[in-house]
């Protein structure tokens, strides 16, 4: 659901950082447990990222407290307003998306458990130059040579390129 509903999401909140679906990769996810006996919360940080998704997996109701605090947020509407804290929760199956330099931190569960998944995603494109990766070797003649996984579905040319790799592999 990464390539047909996340990264698509994404893409339309940040048009401008985001020229293509095709150039975000997921670096990162895994399952997160927060309970009030163990792992609380989670000190107010910025992730090295691009962006971050955080997936809740289990309902409200079984938890108190708990989502995704933002220390310092005011409506981009609202330049003279003041900065507040904001927490968000979503419930099941929902997503927070942001971009991972934005400080933000788990805040504290009072009772139960609360399940995410936490992703960490990057741009997948030459910084100074805004092109794809592998851009200089195809400029030399030299591709990508084969591809394997996402990256033989989602890359310009890829099944051309395979198609050619496999014939010269046999």
């Known amino acids: 659901r990464l390539r047909t509903r996340l990264f ?35 000190e107010v940080h910025q992730d090295t990222t691009d962006f971050t998704f955080t997936i809740s997996l289990n309902p409200l109701a079984e938890y108190e407290g ?4 933002f220390p310092s947020l005011r409506d981009a509407a609202d330049t003279a307003g003041s900065f507040e804290t904001m927490v968000v929760k979503p419930d099941v199956g929902c997503v927070a998306s942001f ?17 995410i998944i936490p992703l960490f995603i990057y741009l997948d494109v030459n910084k100074l130059s805004g092109k794809p990766r592998g851009y200089l070797l195809d400029a030399a003649g030299l591709g ?20 050619a790799a496999a014939a010269l592999a046999a």
């Not at 950082?17 to 792992?39: K, N, Q, W």
């Not at 708990?66 to 605090?69: L, R």
């Not at 989602?154 to 099944?159: M, V």
Request: with cysteine; aromatic share 8%; net charge negative.
């Open 144 to 163: 990508y040579g084969p591809l394997s996984g996402l990256d033989a579905v989602t890359t310009p040319g890829a099944a051309e390129q395979n198609d």
């Open 8 to 42: 698509p999401m994404l893409q339309s909140l940040y048009p401008e950082a985001i020229p293509t679906v095709d150039c975000l990769r997921c670096h990162d996810a895994f399952i997160s447990r927060y309970d009030a006996e163990g792992m609380a919360s989670l």
């Open 66 to 69: 708990g989502g995704t605090v």
């Open 99 to 115: 971009p991972g330099r934005l400080r933000h931190g788990g805040n504290a569960i009072t009772s139960g458990f609360r399940y």
